[in-house]
DNA sequence: ATATCCATTTTGTGTAGACTTTAAGTTTTT
DNA sequence: AAAAACTTAAAGTCTACACAAAATGGATAT
């Protein structure tokens, strides 16, 4: 089927399954034949068989468990998958020149709502960076980060002139859980001047927070430019 | 490890695998010993070793190249991955009450602008629907929604008034694809109205276009109540 | 120096078979 | 009835082995 082999491969189940699901052969809520059964169909093993429907599970299109046997799923319940990216690669996979610009850098204690969002035991010391990313000299985003000096005490002798936050993060402390959240907001005065966009404009927006291991390390605002949209296929 | 068994399963090699990385063991760009090796360090056999290198390299951790070997990836690529649920279901996940509300339907020739966003080749028949959905009886998302006639015919005898569309097209269309696209827009009048905001405030809006087999079948405009935000975590 | 070819290494995928784990359904007991 | 115990079907995972496919790095030819 893919390959012009005399095997079946997983794949050519995959996609033999799917187009059943399309064309409604096999439509939402029917149980399917079990991987015995198929095996014997598509004259393979089951673990071949295994392969495939497991996969189509993982990508939201069937509903597998044991003893019950595999269904397919009424509402595909479809993932989309954004690849979140360096903003230095996405802004330079798209053409552009990256230029970055460190605003300010300062330690200070941390203010109340960043305690309390963090969830952080005390009062901490954080590193609270502002820069911008351009594009083609163009402003495409604003970054507000602060990062909590206990949780990479490093920072402190950090040098954000050339080297964005993102980046110096990623090669120091490269392992940790995120939590992305993507809103509208609106530009107040500062944001709107550095992305030079009108007061109370309507501002894409994605707020990160960044554990390691259970710390909370960095809390980022990422104000994109006006028109700016985040795409994905599926 | 995971399960207190005789034999190593592909979930300990992840979890191992994994710690290694963390703990700086294996720093990004590392060369990775070879599955053999692998499974000879594990005891187990290679299939095993494979499985689970197979599934950190598609969770964005491993880059693996035949002859090349596997590679600790120095910026994780990681992939958000938001999951599109029907939105009865993420209010009622939430613990709101789902109602729907038709605003209007009716069938038009399409727009230009709609013409050229779908790549249409003459100018059709489109159903053209606005509706609202509340949790708790207040606005959560107003939808814009144009449906082609000519990929889906039966359109043209549906019934909008107690089921919302993305409802109606899940269940006759079941298998597309999706270009999907997240942006902050204005409040227009009519949004504004809806949603129940000020004129020109901020809304989170998604865009979507929906295929079947290359077949464009709608284009929606979905605007979420003010604050909304879409997360996700990994 | 440059281009082409080729051997070898490493991942990719298949076969065949066994044992394990989960949970649906049935039967039995309370 | 309701709860507990049992049976059993289905997916989940492992072993052991084989061959395929890709692509690197060196060898060879231009």
């Given at each position: ?20 699901i399309?064309?409604g ?17 598509f ?33 595909p ?18 053409g ?17 709502w ?25 402003p ?19 040098d ?5 936050p ?39 927006t ?12 960095t ?14 296929r599926?």
């Amino acid at each position: 089927m893919s390959q012009s082999s005399d095997t079946t491969s997983y794949k050519d189940i995959k996609q033999t399954v799917l187009d059943r699901i399309r064309s409604g052969v096999w439509k939402p809520d029917t149980l399917l034949p079990n991987e015995q059964a198929l095996a014997l169909e598509f004259s393979c093993t089951r673990t071949t068989v295994n392969r495939a429907m497991r996969e189509l599970a993982e990508e939201g299109f069937l509903e597998r468990r044991r003893k019950a046997g595999t269904r397919v799923l009424r509402a595909p319940h479809r993932q989309a998958r954004f690849t979140i990216p360096l903003i230095r690669d996405e802004i330079e996979a798209q053409g552009g020149a990256y230029r970055y610009a460190l605003v300010s850098a300062e330690t200070v204690d941390a203010p109340e709502w960043l305690t309390a969002r963090l969830a952080l035991k005390q009062a901490q010391r954080v590193v609270h960076v502002r820069c911008m990313h351009y594009s083609n000299n163009t402003p495409f985003q604003f970054e507000d980060r602060c990062i909590v000096v206990q949780s990479v005490p490093q920072v402190e002798q950090a040098d954000f002139s050339t080297l964005g936050p993102n980046e110096w993060l990623v090669e120091t402390v490269p392992f940790t859980n995120v939590e992305l959240a993507f809103l509208a907001s609106r530009a107040d005065e500062v944001v709107a001047g550095f992305l030079d966009v009108p007061r109370d404009e309507p501002v894409f927006t994605a707020e990160r927070i960044t554990w390691l291991q259970g710390q909370p390390v960095t809390f980022a605002k990422l104000y994109f430019a006006a028109g700016y949209r985040m795409t994905t296929r599926f």
